[in-house]
């Protein structure tokens, strides 16, 4: 399965928005993507919708959760929320029982980009909001620098 499902465009309009926030929800919508493609329990969920529309769920909920990132480093909240009205305004005539399978698989994919980060020098999560090269240097090699 080719790791770039997900293009890193979706994650920026212009060099202000090269942000390592943007980069880090780029590699989690990434991750969540290739959850639902390996879920057994979504099988139903990946004949429903095409790829396309994956893919835009998966860049839609990561966008989604810089709020809640926001939320718990200012102190608003105590973690990150993975929360069913997220599915809901995407799919809003979803079912309870794949809002849940999909709430899982976002959850594993989030353990998963944590998991990444904890042997990264880059700090996303501490350094949100500063410039990143990674984007640029994805367009030109293929592989953030």
């Known amino acids: 399965m080719e790791l770039d499902k997900v ?5 920026y309009q212009d060099n202000g928005d090269k942000v390592k926030l943007n980069w880090l929800l780029y590699e989690y919508a990434n991750l969540l993507y290739m959850k639902i493609a390996t879920s057994p329990k979504l099988v139903r969920y990946r004949k429903l919708y095409s790829e ?22 200012t102190d608003r909240s105590k973690s990150i929320a993975f929360d069913g009205k997220y ?18 698989v976002a ?3 989030w353990e998963d980009q ?23 240097s994805l367009g030109k090699t293929g592989w953030p620098i």
């Open 7 to 11: 293009s890193a465009a979706n994650f």
């Open 52 to 73: 396309d529309q994956i893919i835009a769920f998966c860049v839609y909920f990561s966008k989604r959760l810089r709020k809640s990132i926001y939320d718990l480093q």
């Open 87 to 104: 599915v809901y305004e995407f799919y809003p005539n979803h079912s309870y029982a794949q809002t849940q399978e999909l709430l899982k």
């Open 107 to 109: 959850l594993m994919a």
């Open 114 to 136: 944590l998991k990444c980060c904890a042997g990264c020098q880059t700090k996303c999560l501490i350094d949100e909001y500063e410039i990143t090269g990674m984007f640029d």
